[in-house]
């Protein structure tokens, strides 16, 4: 089975980097611009999806629509693809939270997987629901044939993804590069584990 994992176009609060979490924003006119192109690459690969899931965030649904107005499919929101929340911290950037909670958001960074933003997730919740989803998606992986799968979801949820799936090690979520905004990820099982791969050649620009 092919997942080929986007990460969302930018927005203003990506470009001020702010922790944007469950926050409803919209592309900026940069964001849309990086998904039109991430959209005329993946056409370039010749590959058609079986189906494009997306999280039902603004920012995710607009890059799937993109994305998948080249083939005309319809993309199917997932809840279970969003962002982890940051509850109190959302529109914060990093220097203002250490301002502010300094301690508590130090507790975070150190162990994230049990504390969380005020009012927001843990990474273990994060993981529960994702990976929730995701057996599940791959319990139809035979319906898809040789089709390549399209996510179009968040930097935390690929990351989660990286760490977990592929490494097999869901505490090094913090050592993954992650995407930037308008990128992707092309995992293939191999019947044992998952790798990454290259869209094809000539996917990289140069």
């Known amino acids: ?3 080929i994992w986007l990460r969302h176009g930018e927005t203003q609060s990506n470009r001020q980097g702010a922790y944007l979490g469950h926050t409803d924003e919209p592309l900026s006119d ?4 990086q998904a039109e192109r991430l959209a005329r690459r993946l056409e370039e690969t010749g590959d058609v999806p079986a189906a494009i899931y997306t999280s039902d965030l603004k920012r995710c649904a607009q890059t799937a ?3 998948a107005r080249r083939w005309g499919i319809k993309p199917q929101t997932v809840p279970a693809l969003r962002e982890l929340s940051f509850g109190g911290w959302e529109g914060l950037t990093y220097e203002e939270l250490m301002r502010l909670e300094p301690e508590r958001a130090a507790r975070w960074y150190d162990d994230p997987f049990t504390h969380s933003p005020p009012n927001g997730e843990s990474l273990r919740e994060l993981g529960q629901r994702v990976d929730g989803w995701l057996g599940s998606l791959l319990d139809e992986a035979a319906s898809f044939g040789e089709q390549p799968v399209v996510l179009v979801t968040h ?3 690929i990351r989660w993804f990286q760490a977990a799936w592929m490494e097999r090690d869901p505490n090094r979520y913090w050592q993954q590069e992650g995407l930037a905004h308008g990128e992707a990820l ?3 099982w191999n ?3 998952w790798r990454q791969e290259p869209l094809r050649k000539g996917w990289e620009e140069g």
């Open 30 to 33: 940069a964001g849309i611009a």
């Open 186 to 188: 092309v995992a293939v």
């Open 1 to 3: 089975m092919k997942l």
């Open 191 to 193: 019947g044992k584990r």
């Open 65 to 67: 629509e993109i994305v």
């Open 155 to 157: 930097g935390g949820v």
